[in-house]
Structures are given as structure tokens and as C-alpha cells.
């Protein structure tokens, strides 16, 4: 008889872990998740991305459980298209924002809602979104709602530390950030990260928390690796990451999922 792998969860980053920067996802991958999927297993993704920005994600990975989107700021049920257990950034970061943008007009900003991800300007940072996000609309700062998951400041690398400075004189109460990338800076409500959202998903799927397991690369994963079970690092990830995970797996284009679906399937 087969054995069931139903007490585990696997709940990996995207970009950089499941999916090379620039290609696609590899097919050990594809072929490991759909064989631990078969078997009973439980995998998903704890993302920075928004719901709607992984669309074919769910369907080429046949993901049939919960998922943790923008860095845990809420859960999303792709099978009834249902968004769970929101946490919203506080509104004062209307205002904030455009005194941001004030300060460094040469950066892009845009904000994860409900429904879309929207780059947004205050009129010195026009110029700005177009060049960094390259987005087809650009909105008015007061032409949208307030109820945004998450912030995204977008600024060259050289220029990323005057950034990190300026948010450090100038916190807004009840958020923190991280960079996500050279040029990716992310501000959420305080207590959202994706450790959050694992220990979450663990929760509404009833898998034991020491039966989970966390794979990423990079430093927005280091609250999902410390929440896991067992904490896994890509091969060519940053060496903060490979030092203080329980395991390290190969590269990412190599089939680094693949490398820990067939750990767990010899245990």
C-alpha cells in the first residue's frame, strides 16, 4: 500500500524557490508537487505576491488548499476564490506616502488591494512609476481606497539605503518594512509575515505545526523558516538563509521542491 503523506505541508516562496528568476518552474518540480499531492500531501505558497498575480500558478500546480498572499497579510482560498483572515496596513499611510513621495520623487509606489494591485503616484512621482513598474495606469494617490494589504516602494539599488534611513527617522506607527529584492522595499501591518501566515495555514488545514515544512531563499522568508517545522533552504539562496535552516537543497532552477518532496517521500 501506498503511503499517505496527508500529515504534511509544504509551504514554499516563489520566485527565486519554486520559480527561476527568469524562466519556468522546473519539471521535477511539477512532477514531485503533483506526485506528494497525489499521495495526500498538502502544498501550497506563502508569497509577496497578491491572489491575482497567481492565477496560473494554480492551476499548473493544482493547488487545492489555502494559500498565504503578500507576505501573510491574508489567506486566499483559490477553490471558492475566498479571501481570509485580512490584515489591512493603517490608513495614515495615505498621507504617509505622499510625503514619501515628496521626499524622493524619483521612486515608484504602488499598493495591493482586494481586487488589484495598483501603482500609484503623488504628482512628483509620475515619471517615476512609468519607469520602475511600467504599469499602463497610474492612479492618484485619492482616486483609490484605503484598505491596502501592503506598500510597495520602488527604487534603485544604490539608492535603497537613503530609503531604509529615511523610514527608520520617520516610522509609520503600526507597520514595518523589508526588501523583498534589491529594488523591492515592502511595508505591512505589524504582526504580517509569511511566519504568520504559515502558522496560519497550519491552523485551517489541522497539520500539526513540527509537520510543516518552509523552503525559501531569500530574508523575507526568515519568519516562515523559524515558524516551520522544519526550515529548508535553496542551494543558491542568500548565505544568511542556508546558515540557519535545518536543511539545504539544491538550486533553484535544478529542482530545489523537488529535492525536499522527495526527502519527505524516503522518511
Known amino acids: 500500500m501506498e503511503k499517505s503523506l496527508s500529515r504534511y505541508l509544504i509551504v514554499t516562496d516563489i520566485d527565486d524557490t519554486l520559480l527561476p528568476h527568469e524562466g519556468e518552474i522546473p519539471k521535477r518540480n511539477l512532477e514531485a508537487i503533483h506526485r506528494f499531492q497525489q499521495k495526500g500531501g498538502k502544498f501550497t505558497f506563502a508569497t509577496g505576491r497578491s ?5 496560473d500558478l494554480y492551476r499548473t500546480l493544482g493547488i487545492n488548499v489555502p494559500s498565504a498572499q503578500n507576505n501573510g497579510a491574508y489567506l486566499y482560498d483559490c477553490t471558492t476564490q475566498t479571501i481570509m483572515e485580512r490584515t489591512f496596513v493603517p490608513r495614515t499611510a495615505n498621507a504617509y506616502i505622499k510625503e514619501a513621495c515628496k521626499v524622493f520623487p524619483d521612486m515608484a509606489v504602488a499598493v495591493s488591494m482586494e481586487d488589484d494591485f495598483r501603482a500609484i503616484s503623488s504628482p512628483e512621482s509620475m515619471e517615476a512609476q512609468k519607469d520602475y513598474l511600467r504599469s499602463r495606469q497610474v492612479y492618484h494617490i485619492d482616486e483609490i481606497g484605503q484598505d491596502w494589504f501592503k506598500i510597495l516602494f520602488v527604487r534603485a539599488p544604490e539608492k535603497m539605503d537613503e530609503l531604509h534611513r529615511w ?101
Open 51 to 55: 491572489h491575482y498575480h497567481c492565477e
Open 167 to 267: 523610514l527608520d527617522q520617520h516610522p509609520l506607527e503600526g507597520t514595518y518594512y523589508i526588501n523583498s529584492s534589491a529594488v523591492f522595499c515592502e511595508m505591512m501591518a505589524k504582526g504580517v509575515d509569511k511566519g504568520e501566515g504559515l502558522r496560519k495555514l497550519a491552523r485551517v488545514m489541522g497539520v500539526d505545526i513540527q509537520n510543516t515544512y518552509a523552503i525559501g531563499d531569500f530574508y523575507n522568508d526568515i519568519d516562515m523558516l523559524k515558524a516551520a517545522g522544519t526550515s529548508v533552504a535553496v542551494g543558491d539562496g542568500a548565505k544568511e538563509i542556508i546558515d540557519m535552516c535545518d536543511m539545504v537543497v539544491g538550486p533553484c532552477a535544478q529542482g530545489a521542491v523537488a529535492d525536499l518532496i522527495e526527502y519527505i517521500e524516503r522518511l
